[in-house]
Each structure stands twice: as structure tokens, then as C-alpha cells.
């Protein structure tokens, strides 16, 4: 048994009930300065329960390279240590009691705690042997490290014990923890909670931006809502100057302007950076404190972080629920957004108007209410393509913003080139099948616009018959096919 295989286990994913759902609820948490304290033990309990068992597994993943450096045979190396979750846990409940990087205080926290760390050790080495041996999609998973103790983010959940909202909707009870209070209202939750059409699985302290955070999953009896118009269909066309632009069945174009929050607040961020580095702040090299000057106008900068996140949240949830409650069938793109975000001169504008979580959220929300959601190959050229008559451009840069159909047979089509993108995107949801979900996509019909290949280099298909006419004869329409240049290639002429 190789190494990727020793860890392996089944995961057994939750399902929820017939119409119920899983859905997460987010409170911030005003502790007092000892809940503060306990907070952070439990967090730290995870991170070094965390750094155990990546140190106890990949110890002997080293002694097998070292005794394969010696010459000794494959049978008699060190056996390999299982990760799976069940068998961390049972061997840190042997080694905690006498272990003194634990002996002295694992008293003082919770279980969970460790088990939080446990699990995500779990989970990394289950990432790193997926990605090794190809099942898992994504950018390669490199070998789980150590986290930091000065950087690695606070976080902890809670899967068994007392989890409860308080009767009176200003406090949370957690295991260990006791009651903290909250600083905002919870009826949202506690109402659903007391007409027992909600069920709270878990919860997770975070700390993020100065603030504590404890977020309740929770499993929802939500009922179906109908869509204004189920029958019609929508192209979202997703941009930087505009945030949106969509384009339905019935002809209905709608700009949604992009509000850019975090550009808003850029003069005021870089101000109050100026101020925190004019205090004195923390240094790990020299073991310097930071003053108090320094953490206090640290908290104010912070704070304008935490609204710029929460004014963008909001923004985002409003448009993709405008959207996922009005149309039957969502026509979006697959957009590479991690590459997109190594542009240097758009990655701020892109990282804010926050086209992941568009995406993510509208595939959630048509699916509490039952409707379809079709996602453009992010090879289709949506811009490029003429929604008129479906000639597809060889190129069409950025700062081209607005679409001029090049077809010699008079189609003359002049238009906004998001808007021609958001029809192209509508008429696509019509003519592919739903296939898997994925336009473009084995299993899935999608008719290829003309000229168009993976590049879409190519403006227009060569036809399938003779190449030549009688007497020589040339069509009054006939067209060079352009390609991209390099060094190595030439402009190439074939007779149409």
C-alpha cells in the first residue's frame, strides 16, 4: 500500500431532509476580556493539535526516504501511519496525557477544539493524495505544512455539546465557552429555531479583522418560492466598468453599475495605513510589542476593511437574488478568475466586484428555487461573436468597447459589446440541452458558433465542398482566413 492510499477513507456527506436545506448564519460576538482569553486557547488548541498530527504523519513519510537511502528492501520499511480522522483522534488521546506539549493544559479546552485540527489535518492530507494521484480538480496541493502560530488564521467549530441561542436573542451558549453575547439581534434564527423548522448543526468561532465571529449551520425547511417569469431566459454578463449586464428571451436589457466600494474608500485606507506605520508596531524579529497608538489606529483601518466586505456582501446578495428570483433558466460564464487576477492593472477591480461569489451565489439560490442554471465553456467567445448573425471575430482587445459585426453580407451590427455578450449568453440557454450543466460539456449540445474553435482564431468555417469553381469563378462574399501571427508561422491564403 503506496502512500496516497494509506490515508484514503470514505466520506459520508450530509443530507438534509427532503425540502430542507443547509445554510449558514453569520453573528458577531462582543466577548469580555477572560471569554476573549478562552477564545484564543481554543483556537490555539486546534492549530497545535493541527501541527501534531502533521508532524506525526509525515515523520515517518522521512524515516521511509531515509531507509530507502540505505539500501533497505520496500517490505521492510516503516509501515505508514493512516490520517484519517478516527485514527488521529485515538492516537491523540493516547499521547495528550503524557506528551508535555499537551499534558499541562489540554484540560482547559474543549474536545472540539482538538478535533477541529485534527479534522483539517485530515482533510489536507485527503487534498495532498487526491491532487497527487489526479482526482481532484483544481491547481496542484502541495504537502501540508505547520501553521504559524503569528499567522495562521483563529478559527475553531463546535459539532457536539451545548450549542444554543438564548430566549433572549442577544446570546449563544457553546461548549466550554459558556455564554457569550452577540452584537446583533438573532430572531433571524432563534424564530425558526423555536417553530422547529430549523436544526443547528454546528458552529465556528473566527476571528477576522479585529472581531469575533460565530457562524450556526444550520439545516432550513425552506419552501419553494415561484419565479416571476419561469419561461423566460437570462444572459449575465459579468464586467468591470459594469458589474452586470443582462439580457433576457424577451428582449429586456438591464445594467447593473458596478459600485466599487473598495475604490470609494481607497483615499481613506491609504490615509489611515500612513498613520499605522507612523506608530509602532509589532516586529517578531526583535520581539517588540506594538504600542497602543499603533493598535488602536490598526482597529480603525480594520474597521473600514470590515465595511468595504460588508457593503460589497450586501451588493452581491441583492443582485444575484434579483436575478435567481425572476428568471427561470441563468445563462453564466466560466470565468478564470485566478487568472484573471494576475493582470496587475485589473486584479483590484476584478478581486472587488467579486465574480466568484456572483457565480457561487446564484448556483445556490436557482437551486432553492427549483429553476436551471447553464454555464458557458470558457472557451465560447461570447464578446467576439455577432448575436445577429453569428460571425465570430479573430480578435476583439479590451479596450474595444463596443462590438462592429465584420460580416461582408450586410449585417452591420453595431452594439455595446456586453450587451451583445448578455444575448449571446440568453440565445445559448435556448439551444443547448442540459446535458451537465456545463455548455460545451460532453453530453451537452451546444451549436458552435461559425468559425469558432477553442481560440477562436478562425473568422469564418471553410465550407465542405470543392474548393474551386467552375471557370475559376470567385463568390463576391469570399474571405482569407486570419490568424494569429508568430514567429514561426506565416499568413497562410486559401481560396474560399
Not at 79 to 105: G, M, Q
Not at 124 to 134: L, Q, R, V
Not at 439 to 450: F, H, I, M, N, Y
Amino acid at each position: 500500500m503506496d502512500r496516497a492510499s494509506a490515508g484514503l477513507r470514505g466520506v459520508k456527506t450530509f443530507q438534509p431532509r427532503p425540502g430542507f436545506v443547509v445554510q449558514a448564519y453569520r453573528f458577531a460576538l462582543d466577548p469580555n476580556v477572560s471569554c476573549q482569553a478562552a477564545l484564543r486557547s481554543h483556537c490555539g488548541a486546534a492549530r497545535a493539535a493541527y501541527n501534531w498530527a502533521v508532524g506525526w504523519v509525515t515523520a515517518v513519510w522521512w524515516q521511509r526516504t531515509a531507509e530507502q537511502s540505505y539500501g533497505i528492501a520496500e517490505a521492510e520499511l516503516t509501515e505508514w501511519r493512516p490520517w484519517s480522522l478516527p485514527a488521529l483522534r485515538k492516537t491523540f488521546n493516547e499521547v495528550k496525557k503524557t506528551d508535555p506539549r499537551f499534558a499541562s493544559w489540554w484540560q482547559d479546552n474543549s474536545k472540539e477544539a482538538y478535533n477541529t485540527g485534527l479534522a483539517n489535518a485530515a482533510a489536507a492530507f485527503d487534498n495532498y493524495a487526491k491532487s497527487k494521484n489526479g482526482t481532484r480538480k483544481g491547481a496542484r496541493v502541495g504537502m501540508p505544512r505547520r501553521k504559524s502560530k503569528h499567522r495562521a488564521p483563529l478559527a475553531c467549530r463546535f459539532t457536539t455539546g451545548t450549542i444554543r441561542l438564548e430566549p433572549d436573542r442577544r446570546h449563544v451558549t457553546l461548549p466550554r465557552l459558556g455564554t457569550i453575547r452577540t452584537h446583533e439581534n438573532t430572531r433571524k434564527l432563534q424564530r425558526r429555531i423555536a417553530n422547529g423548522t430549523a436544526r443547528v448543526l454546528s458552529a465556528t468561532v473566527r476571528h477576522q479583522r479585529g472581531r469575533w465571529f460565530v457562524s450556526f449551520q444550520v439545516e432550513v425547511q425552506r419552501e419553494t418560492v415561484k419565479v416571476a417569469r419561469p419561461e423566460v431566459m437570462v444572459g449575465v454578463d459579468l464586467g468591470v466598468k459594469v458589474l452586470a449586464v443582462t439580457a433576457d428571451s424577451a428582449g429586456q436589457i438591464r445594467y447593473i453599475p458596478n459600485p466599487a466600494h473598495y475604490d470609494s474608500m481607497l483615499t481613506v485606507l491609504k490615509r489611515l495605513s500612513r498613520r499605522v506605520c507612523r506608530r509602532q508596531g509589532p516586529d517578531r524579529r526583535t520581539g517588540q510589542q506594538p504600542s497602543r497608538r499603533w493598535l488602536k489606529a490598526n482597529a480603525e483601518r480594520s474597521r473600514i476593511h470590515h465595511r468595504v466586505a460588508n457593503l460589497r456582501a450586501d451588493a452581491l446578495h441583492k443582485l444575484t437574488t434579483s436575478i435567481s428570483s425572476q428568471y427561470g433558466t441563468v445563462v453564466i460564464e466560466d470565468l478564470n478568475v485566478s487568472g484573471m487576477l494576475r493582470n496587475r492593472r485589473l486584479a483590484r477591480k476584478i478581486a472587488d466586484a467579486g465574480f466568484g461569489q456572483i457565480r457561487r451565489q446564484l448556483t445556490y439560490k436557482t437551486e432553492w428555487n427549483q429553476c436551471r442554471v447553464v454555464v458557458a465553456s470558457r472557451w465560447y467567445p461570447s464578446s467576439k461573436t455577432c448575436s445577429r448573425c453569428g460571425t465570430v471575430k479573430a480578435k476583439l482587445p479590451l479596450h474595444m468597447r463596443v462590438f462592429r459585426c465584420d460580416d461582408l453580407d450586410g449585417c452591420g451590427l453595431v452594439m455595446d459589446r456586453d450587451e451583445n455578450a448578455a444575448r449571446n449568453l440568453a440565445a445559448l440557454a435556448a439551444a443547448c440541452s442540459t446535458g451537465t450543466g456545463v455548455a460545451g460539456d460532453l453530453g451537452t449540445r451546444v451549436p458552435k458558433p461559425r468559425g469558432a474553435d477553442q481560440k477562436t482564431r478562425t473568422t469564418r468555417q471553410a465550407p465542405t465542398g470543392p474548393a474551386g469553381r467552375a471557370g475559376g469563378a470567385t463568390p463576391t462574399h469570399s474571405r482569407t482566413e486570419t490568424r494569429d501571427l508568430h514567429q514561426d508561422t506565416t499568413i497562410q491564403h486559401r481560396p474560399w
